[in-house]
């Protein structure tokens, strides 16, 4: 596969950028939709499902300043999440083993199937979907996304470097 330099760049139209923009746009307000029901489902409101759901995608327990910074909430906010995941027994306060001062959310072992309904037609239509496209094309789809991804994540954390 050849390197990103290898590729060069390309003009994009006005009218293209503007379909992907608009598709964007509209992927986005749906994904938005998605989770705030699925938080719903679960009891708790999207800012929180989305907080637990970054404390879940690290091998490790967070500090309450540490998804502060990843989510783009203040110190005082995720206070407030993390009582309310804690209250629906979604995360724990632990002690840091190696400095007593720090607290450490840890995520709790609930039934790991007990929320899997919600998502497995996800899953379903993904696959339905990517079906539609061939290897080669997936891997090129998949290129899009993860470049995609790189920059909403650089983005998004650009303003919270300089915190």
């Given at each position: 596969m050849s390197t990103s330099a290898e590729?060069?760049?390309?003009?994009?139209?006005?009218?293209?950028?503007?379909?992907?923009?608009?598709?964007g746009r509209e992927m986005s307000g749906l994904t938005v939709l998605f989770h705030s029901r699925i938080a719903e489902q679960m009891g708790v409101s999207a800012t929180d499902y989305?907080?637990?759901?970054?404390?879940m995608r690290v091998d490790e327990p967070l500090t309450a300043g540490q998804i502060a910074k990843m989510s783009g909430?203040?110190?005082?906010?995720v206070t407030g999440v993390i009582d309310r995941l804690e209250k629906h027994g979604f995360v724990r306060r632990v002690r840091d083993p190696h400095d007593r001062r720090k607290v450490l959310v840890e995520v709790t072992k609930v039934d790991e199937h007990k929320y899997?309904?919600?998502?497995?037609?996800?899953?379903t239509g993904l696959e339905d979907v990517l079906t539609k496209f061939s290897p080669p094309e997936r891997a090129i789809i998949e290129r899009f996304?993860?470049?995609?991804?790189?920059?909403?994540?650089?983005d998004?954390?650009?303003?919270?470097?300089n915190r």
């Open positions: 590729r060069g760049t390309y003009p994009v139209p006005p009218d293209e950028l503007a379909r992907f923009g608009d598709m989305k907080c637990l759901d970054i404390a909430l203040s110190t005082g906010a899997d309904h919600l998502f497995t037609h996800l899953a996304q993860r470049e995609l991804v790189d920059r909403f994540r650089k998004a954390f650009a303003e919270l470097e």
